[in-house]
């Protein structure tokens, strides 16, 4: 029989007195003015904000008090990002550092960098990029060609990234590089590395997305020098330690609530007193984000206990994009509203175009919906 | 053999359940066979099957200890609802223990044979000088005939609700079979006299709008899940043995991609029905129901369509088995509300509250350490 884990069971009463801790803190953030509810909150960039709520316990939730963190469960982290995101709350700074990057150093970094990097993430004052795509390896990430070759104390870099989130804000990235032969199964021969964005040898260009703005970028590497201290994990590891690190990327509740907040608009919108049809989908929508809530949160508990949960991962993306894909489509079925990108009078209409205009990225980013429909399939005895 | 009847501490509920789980299966796996599923669909009432289950105690797992029951948990039961269903236990096994456990939480005590639970209109008790009578009509009853038991909610003349637990008699019975073959039976009750025993008060987690609709609701999510669950794995194994273009049909990235769709339905669906048995006897189960009977019955439409179009001819004969499985899922999606009846009332509850509410109307549903 086929058999997932998504047995979840409940909430540590710990991650619920957690959950009054994030709400009295945002609530003060809101109420003295700090920040408005953002659209699509992980999308942005506040270092100010990053570090406040650093300040308050909530960055580097499960990393050791040693290095800076709570040393809490990966429930309560867990609770904190949901709450988050359900605020809006302007998260995107510290979001991949938080997420993926501390926990990978943590796992398999040299004590250095956990020295030098680790305290700054949980003080929500170091930020990290993702450095996987390049321009010919997309999907197909094992084809990356950005070469490390062996020097003294170190590697020198040679190539380029792109779609790299953040880069030109970023004070590190996580780079997976090609040091040796591919093998047989194309998945030898790669390793991770922490990238200092401030040391030479890197240009970063921005690229601007269908609606103008500036998130990703295109990075280049011109014999730029890596430490052997910032090597992640060993040498030719890289493909175990990335797909890893894609587990912590793709489950979390930021891949079904990137549009939340549409949503409640969405609701207010429609008032106290909705014609059937938009009761139904509105309904619908509630029902599906309901069960995506206890899908995320038995992969946080598995990811707590050391247990790779990457086909589970997978799922909880697919699901969960296809949701917040399908928020928008649902929004503009409901209420006969134009989107507009400078609608003064009407903030609904701004956010439906917003979103909708974010929406395609969704499936893509962190892996396309396709790919991991292929690790579902791999994770189900097909091929 | 399995035997229930000693009921485990809380804590060893787990390990306990485990091992239950997997003895029903073998249980069912033994008598639920090919040939008394298609006899079942013929029409003939698992006899042997059915007297099984009652030996190992199943219909009485959700009933408490000082009932006479196993005691255990709502979400076990829930998981041994969606057992029977991966075996398509042609029994009202589901409605059995969901009705025990209604009418014994009422103070009622446990009854040997088929409890079944029947929604209807016009439900009317009056009294007269023999006692209590009952009138009305009962529709789409699961196994109503059947059964030595109907559970039902009927009103009297002061427009107090009661729970009546009805022996079974001879009356006239209008049968209808749903899609996979199940007896749906209607009965007209004119002047049913009705003893003491069989009457309680209405509890108060059967006072919502839904009733006992919400219950049956309940039982058909779970089964969904189930049903869902066993068409995923015919439709995996199919795909690995069946060659085409010399080489097995789950190679090609097409057909891998649906089944990936379907196990990301079933996913989805078996965590709304945990959500709905873990709420069991809360103050959020009617919302939990909702969720766990909307986002089952759309994946079930999805699972089936998809567990088709992988076996190709072969699961549109009567001989493959996969039809036990998916007449039942289009059969149970529209039973006890079908997903608009849900959504909408989900929708009305969150719209009525306003966009701010809904975090908080989430959060609750989800089980947690704070509510222990
Ligand atoms: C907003 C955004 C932010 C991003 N941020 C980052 C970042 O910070 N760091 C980073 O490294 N990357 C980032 N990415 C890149 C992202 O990871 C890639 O877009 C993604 O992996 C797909 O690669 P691609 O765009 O080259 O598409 P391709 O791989 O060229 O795919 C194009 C299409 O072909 C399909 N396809 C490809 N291969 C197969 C296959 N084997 N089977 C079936 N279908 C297939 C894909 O599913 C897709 O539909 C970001 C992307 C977006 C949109």
Redo the contacts with the bound molecule.
Sequence with gaps: MQSFRFGFDHLPAEAEQVRQDVRAFLQAEREAGLFVPHRCSWSTFDPAFSRRAAAAGFVGVTLPKAYGGQERSSLVRFVVTEEMLAAGAPCGAHWIADRQSAPQILRHGTEYAKNLIVPRICAGECYF?????EPDS???LAAVRTRATRTEGGFVLNGS?I???NAHRADYLIALVRTGDAGPDRHGGLTQFIIDMSAPGIVVRPIY?LSGHH??NEVFFTDHLVPDALMVGEEGQGWDLVTQELAFERSGPDRFMSDYRLLVELVDRIGQEPDRQQAVETGRLVAHMAALMNMSASVAALLGRNEMPNVEAALVKDVGTAFERDIPEVARRLMPVESSLDAQDDPFAETLADVMLRAP?FT????????LR?VTARGLGLR | MLDIHTAPAASEEDDFAAILLEQTDRLLAHHVTPAALKAADEGAFPLAAWAAVSEAGLPLALVPEEAGGAGLSAVTAGQIIRRSAYHALPAPLAETLIAQALWTRAGGAAVDGIVTLATGTGLALSSTAQGAVLSGTLASVPWGAHASFILLIAHDGDGSAHLVLLPHADRPVRTRRNVANEPRDSLTLENVHVDADSLRPLPAALADADGLMMFGAFIRAQQMVGAMERSLDLALTYANERKQFGKPIGRF?AVQHMLAEAAGQCAAAGAAAQLAASAWGGAHFPFAVAVAKARCGEAAGKVAEICHQVHGAMGFTHEHPLHFFTRRLWAWRDEFGREAHWQERIGRAVCGQGGDALWPMLVALRPSGAQD
């Design positions: 990029g993702i450095g996987m795509s997309g999907s197909d990234k779609w790299t989130t997305d998130e990703f990225s893509l980013r962190g892996g396309t919906r396709e790919i292929s | 990235q």
